[in-house]
Nanobody, 116 residues
């Protein structure tokens, strides 16, 4: 059964950095486009970034451009979200999602808290 497990969340001060990981199992990782989303308390879940199947193409939401970097490592079946210059408004639960055609698989999420 396909499964995604996120890790790497935590608490950090404004301006700090974190790297989130999303390890996939039970699927052919190179066939999937990988995405990161986030959901802050009381808000809708929002898209953050996408990396395509090959890992060569990435897209970002405007509010993270220049600060976050998405990548994937096929050998480790893992996607990453490198987050720099974190702001309090980045506080949220971060989820990864694997997509292939109409098939979608979500992880359970990892909490990121940015506070002084």
């Amino acid at each position: 059964q396909a499964r995604l497990v996120e890790s790497g969340g935590g608490s950090v001060q404004p301006g700090g950095s974190l790297r989130l990981s999303c390890e996939a199992s039970g699927l052919i990782f190179s066939h999937y486009r990988m995405n990161w989303y986030r959901q802050a308390p009381g808000r809708e879940r929002e898209w953050v970034a996408t990396v395509n199947n090959s890992g060569r193409s990435t897209t970002y939401a405007d509010f993270v451009k220049g600060r976050f970097t998405i990548s994937k490592d096929a050998a480790k079946s893992t996607a990453y979200l490198e987050m720099n210059n974190l702001k309090p408004e980045d506080t949220a639960v971060y989820y990864c999602k694997a997509v292939r055609g109409t098939a979608e698989i979500w992880g359970q999420g990892t909490q990121v808290t940015v506070s002084s």
